[in-house]
């Protein structure tokens, strides 16, 4: 079963190089991720130790080092890259949410705010020794 506890990061900026227009990757563009990761948090609620939750400082640092890392034509592997990570160095995450934005996206006549992708990735169950999770559980 998924944790029903949630920490969370809006409105993270970063700037990247991300896109499949060569201004785009030349000139580079702001990018905004939110996370919301799902994890037991009742350990640390109860012993206010660091240790037994997981770090803002963790999760802003991944998402960073993958914006403003290598160059990805689509913002989809920029989330799916974030997310992976995540899981990958993170154990008490349980599942992970990633939207990230493109602010002001040159689509050629548009007025928007922004434009963008948003997933959510559950740890396998193998990985956390519990039942297989049913495809609706994943989404």
């Given at each position: ?22 201004e785009e990757r030349r000139l ?112």
């Amino acid at each position: 079963m998924v944790a029903t506890d949630r920490v969370f990061l809006e409105g993270m900026v970063f700037y990247g190089y991300h896109g499949v227009h060569v201004e785009e990757r030349r000139l580079g563009q702001r990018f905004v991720v939110d996370l919301v990761v799902s994890c037991d948090l009742r350990p640390a609620g109860q012993s206010d130790r660091v240790e037994e939750t997981v770090s803002y400082s963790d999760l802003y640092r991944i998402a960073r080092e993958v914006v403003e890392g290598p160059p990805r034509d689509l913002i989809e592997v920029v989330a799916e890259h974030i997310a992976g990570e995540v899981l990958q160095r993170l154990p008490l995450v349980e599942d992970v949410q990633v939207t990230v934005r493109k602010p002001g996206a040159p689509i050629r006549g548009s007025v928007l705010d922004a434009v963008g992708v948003s997933i959510r990735r559950v740890r396998a169950a193998s990985e956390t020794g519990g039942p297989p999770r049913s495809a609706q559980d994943t989404r």
